[in-house]
Nanobody
Framework: QARLVESGGGSVQAGGSLRLSCAVS????????MGWFRRAPGKEREFVAG???????KYADSVKGRFTISRDNAKNTAALEMNSLKPEDTDVYFC??????????????????WGQGTQVTVSS
């Protein structure tokens, strides 16, 4: 079993930046692909970004060029650097882990473990 804990959410003005972190325990990070999703109230959980064990990445079109996903296997953490934030990025962001670590799944069903979520609020 893996446990994921997100941190780094908060409030920022449009154009600003935030960095989300995901601390993983219970499993070695290199055995996992990592992903970030977001979900506004009343909406489906939406893929944001993912990274394989070998650092291949994939992004949603809405965040390409603004967000960067990374992983630090030595520290067992993953991160999402978010720049040029827009009000429409306001959401609860979730970290997720997939034991099929060679792929980036874009559907929530592809992930085995989830964090509790962290709120990101971007004001105009």
């Amino acid at each position: 079993q893996a446990r994921l804990v997100e941190s780094g959410g908060g409030s920022v003005q449009a154009g600003g930046s935030l960095r989300l972190s995901c601390a993983v325990s219970g499993r070695t990070l290199s055995s996992l692909a990592m992903g970030w999703f977001r979900r506004a109230p009343g909406k489906e959980r939406e893929f944001v970004a993912g990274v394989t064990w070998s650092n291949n990445t994939k992004y949603a079109d809405s965040v390409k060029g603004r967000f960067t996903i990374s992983r630090d296997n030595a520290k067992n953490t993953a991160a999402l650097e978010m720049n040029s934030l827009k009000p429409e990025d306001t959401d609860v962001y979730f970290c997720a882990a997939d034991t099929q670590n060679w792929r980036v799944a874009v559907k929530r069903g592809g992930y085995d473990y989830w964090g509790q979520g962290t709120q990101v609020t971007v004001s105009s």
